[in-house]
C-alpha cells in the first residue's frame, strides 16, 4: 500500500523526539585530545586547596563481585566508624563488571564515587579523561613511596614510566599455582617419580620439571589430573594463562619500541604456545575447554587436578574448609616455574583504585582522602589482616604477613617478576586477536604454532601501526 | 488518517442513523487502537536507530571523549572485506539453519502429540514448555555443567564413563581428537532444547483452531489421514507456523548470551556467532562504537531481508 | 482442496464422526499417545531435574566424577541464595564454631559455617525478585492489551500502509540489543528513566510489543468475521462486538502472547544490567551474580533459577485451559 506513509511517520517522529531531549543526541563533549596524551581532569582539586568535603557522608567504591570486596567493606566499615563517612562497596559480578563501568562513563555518570578498575583499563580510563590524576597527591602525600614500586608501574601510572599516576595499588595480584601436598608428599609417589625420572618428586623449579610432574599425575583411570589451567574464550582468560608460559620463556608481547613482528612470534613465544597446547592435550582436568578460575578451582576441589593455576586472589577458598572440605588442609601453592633459561614470569592481575572525575569537586576530595588514610600502614596492614592482597612495602615484607597464609610467600616471590598484557586503548583489539588464534591453537587443536603466532604478530602489527604506535 | 472499514462498506443499506454514529466511532477507535502501539515503538526506537545509523558511519568509541568523525562508508567497506566476518555469518547461517528447522520439525511433532486431551495433559504441556521459561543466562551455565565430561550428566547418561574415550562436546573433540563442527552442535542443542517448546505452544494454538467439521467432511468424503494432514492439518496451521519460524530465525541471528555462557565463541572461532562478535566488538574492552554499529545494520538487512521471503511465504500461505 | 472449504461436507453432518473419538482401535493410539507424550515431557525435563537436585546439593557434591544421583540433600545452595556471606579467614573459624556448639547461631548461620562461611546480611534476591513480579507483570499486561487493540485494528479495519507498518513493528525486534544497549542508556539518563519501574517496564513493553501484535494478529485472523458484522447490524457497538464477540474467542491466542511476553520480560538480562543498579534491579542479573567468587556457587544459582522459575511456571499452569482449548465455535467460515 502507501509506502510513501512510512517514511515522513519515521521522519516527524524522529524529529519530535529529538526536539523533546536534545541533549541525548550523541555528546560530543569536550574538545578532541590526541589519544596518546593523556587529556583528563589535570587542573582538578588534587592540586587545588582542599574542598569543603563536610556536605558528605557517603562514598561509593564499585568493584567486582569477589571476596577481596567484602574485604575492603570491612576496611570500608573502619573509616566509617573513625569519621561517620560511609563507604560503600557496590559489588558486580566479573562478567560485566567493565561493560557496566564504561557504559556508565560513557554518559559521564557520577554514580560511583571510585572504581577498583583493571590495569589494562588504564590507557583507556585516562586518556579518556573518567580517571582523575592523582600524581600530585600521591607524591605531596608521600604514599608513592609505601608502595611496591612495580605494582605502582602496573595499577598505576600510564603511559608506562611517564611518571603519571591514575590509581592508588589496591589489590596486588598476579597468577600462581596450587597443588596437592598430599600427593607431592606421598612416600609411594616419591618413590615412583624418581625412579621414573631420576630426580626427587618437589615443587617444580622450572616448566621441564613442571610437565614431567604433569604427566606423571595425569592418570584418568583414577580421574586424576596433571593440571587445571586457564582456557575461556569470552575475554581475557586464555591469553593470561598463555602469559605464564610466555614470560618465563623469555618472550614479550613487545619490544621496547612496540614492535611485535619477531617478537610475539619469536621462537620462544611459538615454544611458549607449544608447550602451553602439549599440557592442555596430555594433562588439562576434562571438561576445562572454557576455564578460567572458577572452573579451575572447581577442578582443585574435586580433586581432578594436582596442580591448578589461578590469580593468588582465588586462593583463599581452597584453603577453606567450607568451600574445599577434603583438600583444604592439602592445599600448598608455589610461583610459576622457570622458563629454559631460569626466566620467571607471570600474568599480572589486580587493580587500582581510582577515582572518578565526573563527580564534584567536594566528592573528590573525599575520596582523596579517604585514600590517603586507606594508604596508611596500620591500615593497609589491617587490610593484608582481612584478606586483601596489600601493596604496601612494609607490610609485604613483614615476617607476619608471609606467614600469614600459605600462599602469600609464594605471592610475595610472584609479584617480583610479574608482566601484563598491552594497557593501551586499543588493547581489546589486540585481545581479540589473541584470545582467537590461541583458542583455535590450543583448544580446537587446529594448525601448528608458528602460523598462529605468525598471524597475531601480523595482525597485532597492523592494529598498532593504524593507531600510530608503529611508525 | 482516512480508513473506512470493511464493516461499514458492508453495512451500507443500514438506517441513517445509526450508520453515521458508528462510521465516526469506527475511525476513532481506529486511531485509538493503533496509535499508543506506534507511538510507543517509535519513541523507543526511533532514537537507537538513527543514532546508531549516525555512528555507522562514524569513526568513534563511545568511552571516548571525542566527538565522532564521520568516515562514510569505511566502517562498512571494512567489515565486508573482512573474511573472518564472512566466516561468522557463514557459522551464524548454519547455526539458524539447523536450530529453525530442528525446532520446526520438533515443535511441530510435539504439537501434534499433545494436541489430544487426556487426563492430565494440562500438566504435561505445562511442564513440556519449562524449558522455554528459564533464562538463557542459566540456561548456558547449567548446559556447561551438563556437557562437563567429568562431573557432568550429558556424557554419564549416554554412557561414557571414561572422559578420555568420551565426547568433549564445548571444546569440539572426541577422545582429543579434534570434531569439526561439534562445539557449535552442541551450542545448537541448547538452543533446540531450549526453544522447542515456543514453536510447539505456537502451532498447538493454531491446531485448536481449525474446526472439526472440516476433519469430518474429511472422513466423509474417505479422504486418508495423510490427506488429511497435508491438505488441512498443515495449511491451517501455517500461518501461526510461519510467525514462529520468523520469530526464532530473528532470535537466531541475534543469539548471543547462549553461547557467551556456552563456549565464549571458541573453540578458536567455531562457535563466534555473528551476534557474539557483535558484542566483543561494541563492548569487552574494544569499544568500537562506530564499527560495531555498522556491523549491527548489516545484520539488520540480513535479517530484513530474510523476514521478506518469509512474509512474502506467508501471505501466500494465507491467500491458498 | 479450497472448494472444499467454501462448499463444506458433501452430505450433512449429523452426528461427530472423528474417527479418533469412536473407534476402539483409535482408542488404544490416544493412550499409547499419552505415554509417548509423558515420556518426551520426561526426557526434555531432565536437565530441569538436575537442576532441582542441584539446588540441594553441597558444593563438593556438585563436582564429583562420576555425577552422583544419591547425595544427602543440604540446604546451603537456599542459605547462598538468601544471604550475603564473606569467606571467614582461618582465625576466626574457631571462635565461631564454639559460639555454633553452644548454641548461639541459627539454622542458617550453622549451615553457612559448615561452608567456612559466616552471613553478613541478607541478599538481595527477595527485593529483586518482586521488582521482577512488578516489572514483568505490568508489562506483560500493557504488551498484551496494547498489541490486542492493535493487532484487531490491523486485523479488521483498512488501515492505510499497513505491510509497512506491520513491517515497521516487525522491524523493532530486529536490531541486536547490543547496539541498542548504549543509545537507550543515554536516553535513559536524560530522560530520567534509568534504574526505575517505569523505565524497564516501558521498555519491556516496546520490546514485546512487535510480537503481541504479530501473534494475536495472526489469532484474530482466524476468527471468522461474520458473528462481529452480524453483532454490528444488530446494533452492538464497535466495543461491544469486541468484548462479546472477539475476545472469547481470542482468549487461546492472548494466553499465548501472554505467555510468550512475561516470559520474555521475566528473564531478561542484558538491559536490566545495563539499565538498572539497584531500586528496579531484577533478579536475572543478581543469579548471575553467584557465579564468580572462588568457585561457581552451583546449588545457589540452581536454587535461585528454580525459585525464580516457579511464579512463571505457575501462571502457565493458571493459563494452561485457555491454552489448550480449541475454539469455541468454527462451523461458520470465511
Redesign the interface.
Known sequence: MSRKLYLPILLIAAMLLLAACPSAAPAPAEPAAPADQPAAATEAPAEAPAADTSGIDELSILWAQWDPADYLQQVGNLYEEETGIKVNIVQEPWGSFFDLFATEMASQGDTWDMVVGDSQWLGQMATQGHYLDITNFLVDNGIKDTVVPATLVYYGEYPTGSGTYWAYPTEGDADGFAYRKDLFENPDEMAAFEKEFGYPLDIPQDYDQFMDIAKFFTRPDDGLYGVAIYTQKDYDALTMGYENTLFPFGADWKDADNNVMGVINSPEAVAAAEYYRELYDCCQAPGLSNAFFSEVNDAMISGQAAMGMNYFAFFPALVNPGTNPDYYDKMGFFQNPAGPSGERGAALGGQGLSVVSHISPERQQAALDFIKWFSQDDMQAKWAEFGGYTTNQAVFESEEFLNATPYNRAFAQTMQNVKDFWNIPEFGQLLEVAQRELSAYIVGGEGNAQDTMDRIAEEHDKILREAGYIQ | ???????QK??TG?VQP?RQR?EL??RA??N???W?????????????????L??SFTD?????????TWVGFQNYADILSDPQMWKYFATTGRYALVTVGMQTILGFS?AV??Q????G??????????????????VG?????????????FN??LGF????T?P?M????FA???VPNLALWAVALVDI?MWTP?VM??V??GL??????????????RAS?WFQFW??TV?QVM??LM?AI??RT?EA??S??LV?G?????????T?LI?VN???Q????????GR??AL?YI??IV??AI??LY?RYLNQA?E? | MSDFYETGPSKPVTESIRVDKVSPRSRRIHSLRAIVVIALAIFLLIPIFIMAMTAFKTRSDVVSSPPKTVFEPTLEGFVFLFTERAIITPGRITKLQEAAESGDLGLFDRIALKSGQEITGPSDYVTRLKNSLIIAGVSTLLSVILGFFAAYAFSRFNVPGKDDLMFFILSTRMLPAVVVTIPLFLMYRQLGLHDTHIGMILLYTVFNLSLAVWLLKGFIDEIPTEYEEAALVDGYTRMQAIRKIVLPQAMTGIAATAVFCLIFAWNEYAFALMLTSNTARTAPPSIATMLGRGGIEWSAIAAGSLGFLIPVVIVVFLLRDYLLRGVTFGAVRK
Not at chain 2, 551455565?141 to 550428566?153: A, E, I, Q, T, V
Not at chain 2, 556456552?262 to 567455531?270: A, E, N, R, V, Y
Open positions: 488518517m482516512t480508513a473506512i472499514s470493511q464493516a458492508e453495512s443500514q445509526r458508528r466511532s469506527d477507535i481506529l485509538l487502537f493503533i499508543p502501539t506506534l507511538i510507543l515503538l517509535i519513541a523507543w526506537n526511533l532514537f537507537p536507530l538513527i543514532y546508531s549516525f555512528l568513534y568509541s563511545a568511552i571516548a571523549n571525542k566527538a565522532p510435539l502429540l499433545v489430544e486431551k487426556f487426563k495433559s494440562g500438566l504435561v504441556t505445562t511442564l513440556i514448555l519449562v524449558p522455554m521459561m528459564l533464562s538463557p543466562v542459566v551455565m547449567f548446559w556447561k555443567l551438563m556437557y562437563n565430561p567429568s562431573f557432568g550428566y554419564f547418561l564413563r571414561n572422559p578420555s568420551a568433549e564445548l571444546a569440539g573433540r582429543g581428537q579434534p532444547w515456543f505452544l505456537l498447538l494454538s485448536k483452531a481449525i474446526p472439526d467439521y472440516l476433519y469430518e467432511a474429511a472422513v466423509i468424503d489421514s491438505r488441512i495449511p500461518p501461526l510467525i520468523l520469530f530473528i541471528f541475534k548471543f548470551d557467551m556456552l563456549t565464549g565463541g571458541g573453540p578458536g572461532d567455531q563466534e551476534a557483535l558484542y566483543r561494541a563492548f569487552l574492552g574494544q569499544w568500537r562504537t560495531a554499529s549491527a545484520i539488520l535479517i530484513i523476514s521478506n512474509i494465507k491458498d
